[in-house]
């Protein structure tokens, strides 16, 4: 069972609760690519304009923050060979630049300072953990709280705007109960199309999405209870990584049970360290408690063996994953 909750996870649970279960409970982890991979140096650049005096925040420095961001990250395991040739990551560079143009065309940096960047936001909601990062806090000018998203796709028709603001509600429900100041606007800046959405909200805007995320909660601790994550099947499903082995989309699909009980024995023995790291002594921890006669060591190397396992079993998988 997960401990925390992030907004991201939430929707993806409510989109399909077996890429939920793929990404959260087998851990079978989608690798980074190149939308991804834009959409993080962009941020990335975006939030490292705002450290520029006003009079630098320009697009020609814009443009090299973007640069320098892909050149710290570009030689990682997670993004290398990213790229089959160099004219490709070119012209995926080239792409990245066109979606900073676009948001210099919609919003002044010299003409404000974000109240804070990157922020974690945590808070508990009954026995939720909800957690995650807002991309930026600013205050108008009648000093009220701003929270504001960067998203480098495209926005929908503004007849369809409202859901997508389910998370940063989410955001302004912790902001509120941290700060306790209610936010006053929510703020979507899309970047491939250059467009702003905004929403104003009230108490009864956060009273329903406090309700709506504790129904999820519910749904989530029920289908590990059950061990019953269903797949749905609904417009997101051709860019899904995990389409190849879906049983909507297979009929033999892997089983993927063996996975799941690995990682929850994984997640005890990391706890069991936990209790035994809090003593400075081996020796001081009651003998009679459930890890008395455990040894720290044997621990690790049985968690050392799980794993193998687990990558052994991620392999066979992956392979059906990259087809």
Same mark, same amino acid.
């Given at each position: 069972m997960i401990k925390n909750l992030s907004p991201s996870r939430a929707s993806q649970f409510k989109t399909c609760p077996k890429q939920f279960k793929f990404a959260n409970v087998d851990k079978l982890k989608e690798p980074t690519n190149e939308v991804q991979a834009k959409g993080t140096t962009v941020h990335q650049a975006l939030e490292d304009l705002?450290?520029?005096?006003?009079e630098d925040r320009n697009i020609e420095k814009l443009h090299n923050l973007f640069r320098e961001a892909w050149t710290k990250v570009r030689g990682t395991d997670e993004h290398h060979n990213l790229f089959s040739s160099v004219e490709e990551e070119r012209e995926w560079g080239v792409d990245g630049l066109k979606l900073l143009n676009n948001y210099i065309t919609i919003e002044d940096p010299t003409s404000f300072d974000p109240l804070e960047r990157e922020r974690w936001v945590r808070g508990s909601i009954e026995d939720l953990n909800l957690r995650g990062i807002l991309d930026r806090m600013d205050r108008n000018e009648k000093g009220e709280l701003i929270i504001v998203d960067y998203k480098s796709g495209k926005a929908p028709m503004a007849k369809y705007k409202e859901p997508r603001f389910f998370a940063l509600k989410l955001y302004a429900l912790l902001i509120k109960e941290e700060l306790g100041e209610m936010p006053a606007?929510?703020?979507?800046?899309?970047?491939?199309?250059?467009?702003?959405?905004?929403?104003?909200?009230? $108490? =009864?805007d956060l009273i329903e999405s406090k309700k709506e995320i504790l129904e999820i909660w519910e749904n989530i601790k029920k289908a590990y209870e059950n061990d019953d994550f269903p797949a749905i099947k609904n417009t997101l499903c051709?860019?899904?990584?995990y389409k190849p082995i879906c049983p909507v989309f297979n009929d033999n699909p892997p089983d993927t049970e063996e996975l799941r009980m690995i990682n929850e024995s994984i997640s005890?023995?990391? $706890? =069991?360290?936990?209790v035994l790291d809090m003593f400075k002594n081996e020796n001081e921890v009651p003998k009679e408690s459930p890890i008395g006669s455990k040894d720290k060591e044997q621990i690790k190397n049985q968690i050392s063996k799980l794993e193998d396992q687990k990558n052994n079993i991620q392999a066979e998988i992956e392979e059906l994953l990259r087809k």
């Open positions: 705002f450290d520029l005096p006003k606007e929510l703020k979507l800046i899309y970047l491939k199309n250059s467009t702003i959405h905004t929403l104003k909200i009230k $108490e =009864e051709d860019w899904c990584y005890d023995l990391e $706890e =069991e360290i936990e």
